[in-house]
């Protein structure tokens, strides 16, 4: 029924509807006068409460993924990229959190803070984990833990005293504890890791 690459119109939205709804989305509202932007919802996997959104702009090809965060009312935008066929779009509609390298920026290398070794001693009730985002405007980020679990909050003001000249990057490893407030699950303290 589809041909693999996706030519993108307003004529093409009854079709991502379809689509979308094969694989468990429910078609929320169509908005033709902003570029046919096609907004989907599904409920979450069972054991999770955050509402899973969709929105497909029609005219455009641009798709975006959002989920509920748990201490917002608003969803958080986990990515918003333009996509070509229909392959990449039943990817995003099994996955919303799929993740490829089209729409986002590469890293440069040059810009990562090192890798925790072997060699360093991680306090005990301490995780290590990785800078994910990180905005020195907003003073907020969040770090994704090496176990896998959940990504974690955190405001500026937990991050420890780092060298002068040091800027906090994404992709640094850092050693966190995790603290329950009553917007839910936080970093306590961030500390970098920094080369000798």
Not at 86 to 114: C, M, Q
Not at 151 to 168: M, S, T
């Amino acid at each position: 029924m589809y041909e693999d690459k996706i030519e993108w119109s307003d004529a093409v939205a009854n079709d991502v509807i379809t689509k979308a709804e094969t694989q468990g989305w429910s078609h929320h509202v169509t908005q033709p006068h902003q570029g046919h932007l096609v907004i989907l919802h599904r409920d979450p996997p069972s054991g999770e409460v955050k509402l899973q959104k969709l929105n497909v702009w029609c005219t455009t090809g641009t798709v975006g993924s959002y989920l509920k965060h748990p201490k917002r009312k608003q969803p958080t935008q986990l990515f918003r990229r333009e996509i070509e066929t229909w392959k990449e779009l039943e990817a995003i509609f099994a996955n919303p959190r799929v993740h490829t390298e089209k729409g986002y920026a590469k890293k440069d290398s040059s810009k990562k803070g090192p890798k925790a070794t072997a060699d360093v001693s991680v306090t005990p009730g301490s995780k290590l984990g990785t800078i994910k985002w990180w905005s020195f405007d907003k003073g907020y980020g969040f770090v994704t833990p090496d176990d896998g679990e959940d990504d974690v909050f955190f405001h500026k003001r937990v991050l420890q005293r780092r060298p002068q000249g040091h800027r906090l990057v994404e992709g640094a490893q850092v050693e966190f504890t995790v603290v329950e407030c009553d917007k839910g699950l936080e970093a306590g303290t961030v500390k970098v890791f920094i080369e000798e």
